[in-house]
């Protein structure tokens, strides 16, 4: 199993980035699909999550803002995050669990920044 995060970057308050969680070894459409964020000094949030079965939940913090989708064609897991605030800056980590096992991508970093 391998998670392989992308599209982070530098945006502007208000800006938009998409995320994207390539995922290799299992199919995506059969687990749920989790995005995790650390900021310095924070604990690791649960973003967003999607089940099999078309699913999305959010967390309060990013509601109306993010928006967790997948490819099933492509095996990616998507965050398009909108709104962006300078809160949101942290590293996104895209996540999938079997059993008790997690699997976690290396992390791509965000900053919300003028």
């Known amino acids: 199993v391998q998670l392989q995060a992308s599209g982070g970057g530098l945006v502007q308050p208000g800006g938009s980035l998409r995320l994207a969680c390539a995922a290799s070894?299992?199919?995506?459409?059969?687990?749920?699909m989790n995005w995790h964020r650390q900021a310095p000094g924070k604990q690791r949030e649960l973003v967003a999550s999607?089940?099999?079965?078309?699913?999305?939940n959010y967390g309060d913090s990013v509601k109306g803002r993010f928006t967790i989708s997948r490819d099933s064609g492509k095996n990616t897991v998507y965050l398009q995050m909108n709104s962006l605030k300078p809160e949101d800056t942290a590293v996104y980590f895209c996540?999938?669990?079997?059993?008790?096992?997690?699997?976690w991508g290396q992390g791509t970093q965000v900053t919300v920044s003028s």
């Open positions: 996540n999938t669990k079997f059993g008790y096992t997690g699997y």
């Open positions: 070894g299992f199919i995506i459409s059969s687990s749920t």
């Open positions: 999607i089940t099999s079965g078309d699913y999305a």
